[in-house]
């Protein structure tokens, strides 16, 4: 399989670092849970659940690892607003970002870190790079990282965003976590407390104060993955700052083995934009996954218009796309309930010629499988499931299909629907957090405190889930999106 490394800006033939060539350890950057994640976010998210989804069709064991940004600028900003502890204000947005993810069909990561609870681990990064030369305490308290000494310990800042440093003012410093590329600075690893953080902070050998968004990537992505691992994803934007300045620290922290470097692909969903334009409130085109619900579309059919392009190039979603995608998807349907129909009737049923029944079908895997080889060329591969559908209804219209050769074709598109994951019958599993609020409200009702499981059974209905006490236990089904609103 061929991917296009943002590091080499080239296509380059996937092999992970795995000495079996199996394992395959995959880190995206996840969201900043200070609001709802635009759909924007979702283009990249679901393209990271794409890549992921077709690895594992590949036959790889994917380690898939998603941080949640639940401390940084913005969220610090929004806190001091509502004047909610930070813990109670990001939940909010978290579980909504996992309702919506799985509405989104995406699979959940195997781990979903949180950055507040790895503040040990950011400050024993930080630590090692203090020991290292590499990171320096500044008057204002705050610690912030050398460019110029990383330089000089063999580090090259600026590889993954192809900057020149020659503008490079040493010493200069950056407190915030977005900056352009043209004044790279030394950007901070650890932010000293200051009055706008209220009560945000955590005790550090510099002082109280709060981590930097980049190092709590670099921190979280070498705990769950270890210091050099397969695929780092995010969205184009990251690339600078967020994920030079990553490479910066986690190499200069030289954790990796020799000759080894971080991350050996680094991969790039482009933007998208809505209606031809960036997304702005302003503008009025700024939707969340909840307002299209709310406009009566289905996760499905918002995943299907997201995984519509190519990941290197930048989307254009548009109301007409989704209702392209509507009738793309009733197209795909209806093929796939004549052939289950067939599949389920008995042979001497099957139609109204005799056709021999090891009759083969059009082929669909290996077309999609070829196309999303090459670098996950998702067109092609849409090309070769809308081929093979126009195929399998001429056959349905001559009825020259048996239902050996409808249920290998079946077969075909549960695989392919594996890694597309827009087939009518996904599975929906609760996210974890659903999981915890059922049990907890299953010791609740143990222990005869009926307002509070009655609270909880809200908590988890306002999430989109309903429960169901059965005679087996309690069984968590999905609301539809109309029931969610009443
Ligand atoms: P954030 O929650 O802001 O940290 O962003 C989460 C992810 O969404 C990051 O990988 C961003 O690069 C990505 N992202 C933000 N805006 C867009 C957009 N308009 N199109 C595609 N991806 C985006
Ligand atoms: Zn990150």
Redesign the pocket.
């Known amino acids: 399989m061929k991917l296009f490394n943002t590091l080499t800006r080239q296509l380059e033939e996937f092999e992970p670092w795995d000495s079996h060539k199996r394992e395959v350890k995959m880190y995206c ?1 996840g969201p900043t849970v200070y609001d709802y994640a635009h759909i924007g976010n979702w283009r990249t998210f679901v393209f990271a659940d794409l890549l992921r989804r077709f690895l594992e069709f590949q036959g790889y064991v994917v380690r898939h690892v998603m ?1 949640i940004t639940d401390v940084e600028d913005k969220i610090i900003r929004r806190v001091q607003e509502t004047g909610l502890p930070l813990r109670d204000y990001t939940a909010r947005y978290e579980a909504a970002f996992f309702e919506d993810f799985a509405t989104l069909r995406c699979l959940r990561p195997h781990h979903t870190p949180r950055a507040t609870e790895h503040i040990p681990e950011i400050i024993a990064l930080i630590q090692r790079l203090m020991e290292r030369g590499i990171a320096y305490q500044a008057p204002d308290g705050s610690v912030y990282f050398s460019i110029e000494k990383y330089q000089a310990a063999g580090g090259r800042y600026g590889q993954l965003a192809r900057i020149q440093l020659d503008h490079l003012r040493v010493g200069e410093r950056v407190r915030s976590d977005e900056y352009a590329k043209e004044t790279p600075a030394d950007f901070a690893l650890w932010k000293a407390r200051c009055p706008d953080d209220g009560p945000v902070f955590w005790p550090s050998p510099w002082g109280e104060g709060r981590p930097g968004w980049h190092i709590e ?1 670099s921190a979280m992505s070498m705990k769950w993955l270890g210091p050099s691992f397969d695929l780092h994803l ?1 969205g184009e934007d ?1 690339i600078f700052p ?1 994920h030079e300045d ?1 490479i910066a620290q986690s190499e200069g922290a030289g954790l990796q083995p020799p000759g080894r470097r971080f991350v050996k692909y680094w991969v790039h969903g482009a933007f998208l934009l809505v209606e031809g334009r960036k997304m702005s409130k302003s503008l009025g085109n700024f939707y969340t996954l909840r307002d299209l619900l709310a406009r009566g579309f289905s996760g499905r059919e918002v995943r299907f218009t997201l995984l519509s392009g190519h990941y290197r190039e930048t989307l254009n979603f548009t109301m007409d796309g989704l209702h392209a995608a509507r009738q793309a998807l009733t197209r795909l349907d209806e093929c796939l309930s004549r052939l289950r129909e067939i599949a389920n009737r008995p042979s001497h049923e099957a139609c109204s010629r005799p056709v021999p029944p090891t009759e083969p079908g059009p082929d669909l895997v290996q077309p999609f499988t070829r196309a999303m080889e090459e670098d996950l060329n998702i067109s092609a591969a849409w090309a070769a499931v809308f081929d093979w559908v126009r195929e399998l209804n001429r056959r349905l219209a001559a009825g020259t299909m048996s239902p050996a050769t409808a249920s290998a074709m079946l077969q075909q598109w549960d695989q392919v629907d594996a890694v597309l994951g827009v087939g009518e019958r996904a599975e929906l599993t609760p996210p974890e957090e659903i999981l915890r609020l059922a049990q907890e409200r299953q010791v609740a009702r143990k222990t005869q405190d009926f307002a509070r499981a009655d609270a909880l059974r809200e908590q988890i209905r306002a999430a989109g889930w309903l429960v169901e006490d059965t005679p087996a236990g309690p069984r968590l089904k999905p609301l539809s999106p109309s029931s969610l609103q009443t």
């Open positions: 950057c941080n990537c995010g990251l967020h990553e």
